[in-house]
């Protein structure tokens, strides 16, 4: 199914779009996508602010850069992340009204803290550091 976009008939032409006759990405992304859901998919693009991570089909969320990770401070999100790697998020919140979708990673990410708590129960001798 096509879309007429245009009709100019002293040209004998006829503007058609397949874009304009598919579903709003978004729409469906408010469905599948609730707020607190775990979302995975690429990084698409970093910037200084954040990572953008692409969780559907024309849907891509922010992830701002004080969200990548918990244990330290990020100069840019690409030093922890790299376009391409498939990440998994939480999803914080979907806008759309803007189509912007923002999302956190590092609480899908175990600190190392979180290793030892899962590697040790309480009773358990550890060496001194």
């Known amino acids: 199914m096509l879309f007429i976009?245009?009709?100019k008939p002293e040209e004998r032409r006829i503007a058609l779009g397949l874009k304009q006759t598919l579903a709003d990405p978004w729409v469906d992304a408010q469905r599948t996508f609730a707020v607190g859901s775990?979302?995975?998919g690429?990084?698409?693009k970093l910037m200084n602010f954040g990572a953008f991570v692409q969780i559907a089909e024309g849907v891509e969320g922010l992830v701002h850069?004080?969200?990548i990770v918990a244990?330290?401070?990020?100069?840019?999100?690409?030093?922890?992340?790299?376009?391409g790697q498939v990440v998994k998020a939480q999803v914080l919140a979907?806008?759309?009204?803007?189509?912007?979708?923002?999302?956190?990673?590092?609480q899908l990410i175990p600190s190392d803290i979180d290793?030892?708590?899962a590697e040790h129960k309480v009773g358990?001798?550890?060496?001194a550091a």
């Open 71 to 83: 244990d330290r401070r990020l100069n840019h999100p690409s030093d922890a992340l790299r376009a």
């Open 5 to 7: 976009l245009s009709i």
């Open 38 to 40: 775990q979302v995975e």
């Open 124 to 127: 358990d001798e550890v060496p």
């Open 42 to 44: 690429p990084v698409t």
């Open 94 to 106: 979907i806008d759309l009204k803007n189509a912007r979708s923002s999302s956190r990673w590092k």
């Open 115 to 117: 290793e030892f708590i």
């Open 65 to 67: 850069i004080s969200e």
